[in-house]
T-cell receptor
Framework: DAGVIQSPRHEVTEMGQEVTLRCKPI?????LFWYRQTMMRGLELLIY????????DSGMPEDRFSAKMPNASFSTLKIQPSEPRDSAVYFC?????????????FGPGTRLTVL | AQSVTQPDIHITVSEGASLELRCNYS??????LFWYVQSPGQGLQLLLK??????LVQGIKGFEAEFKRSQSSFNLRKPSVHWSDAAEYFC?????????????FGRGTSLIVHP
């Protein structure tokens, strides 16, 4: 298996622009997670999906952030408009949720820089 | 709410020396515990996990961890460190959220290995 795929790996944009991060989970996995990693706050869970349905989005910082999972093999995290404080590494992770915490498989991350 | 504390931000060891990384958790029920490793520019990779049973858990790359309920700890150990072990290490506790068990990560410990 190719593992969790994220694109782009690096994104540099200007404040106010829309940013879309993409994730393809491991085939057969039914839960998908978006995390943000910064030096100041560490690894934060933004939102997670189970069977394509958003379950908990309490970690989404503001209305500027939105996430979708239109099917089992694709998810997006959108920031509109972007701000410099959104600069971070964004990770997507997937797992096969069998009713307990199981191993999360992480993608390589997208490093976002907002100028 | 669950939480994880990794008291050491940085640990420096010499190659060949033994290693112990500390992790303390707070969770009201039986915890699911994990250690992940993050190499520079990479996503997180699972080293080992504890759900139940034997409190000494063996993982990949020669790592092991011991669950001590009385101390609320899950420390990671390795008898002889290799230079390639230099990375960031994250402890996590899985807790129920929205019907699934979601990991909460500690802030991480950066391991520096001297030749």
């Amino acid at each position: 298996d190719a593992g969790v795929i994220q694109s782009p790996r690096h994104e540099v944009t200007e404040m106010g622009q829309e940013v879309t991060l993409r994730c393809k989970p491991i085939s057969g996995h039914n839960s998908l997670f978006w995390y943000r990693q910064t030096m100041m706050r560490g690894l934060e869970l933004l939102i997670y999906f189970n069977n394509n349905v958003p379950i908990d989005d309490s970690g989404m910082p503001e209305d500027r952030f939105s996430a979708k999972m239109p099917n089992a093999s694709f998810s997006t995290l959108k920031i509109q408009p972007s701000e410099p404080r959104d600069s971070a590494v964004y990770f997507c992770a997937s797992t096969l949720d069998r009713g307990r915490t199981d191993t999360q498989y992480f993608g390589p991350g997208t490093r976002l820089t907002v100028l | 709410a669950q939480s994880v504390t990794q008291p050491d931000i940085h640990i420096t060891v010499s190659e060949g020396a033994s290693l112990e990384l500390r992790c303390n958790y707070s969770y009201g029920a039986t915890p699911y515990l994990f250690w992940y490793v993050q190499s520079p520019g990479q996503g997180l990779q699972l080293l080992l996990k504890y759900f139940s049973g034997d409190t000494l858990v063996q993982g990949i790359k020669g790592f092991e961890a011991e669950f001590k309920r009385s101390q609320s700890s899950f420390n990671l150990r390795k008898p002889s460190v290799h230079w390639s072990d230099a990375a960031e290490y994250f402890c996590a506790v899985g807790a129920r959220s929205g019907g699934s068990y979601i990991p909460t990560f500690g802030r991480g410990t950066s391991l520096i290995v001297h030749p």
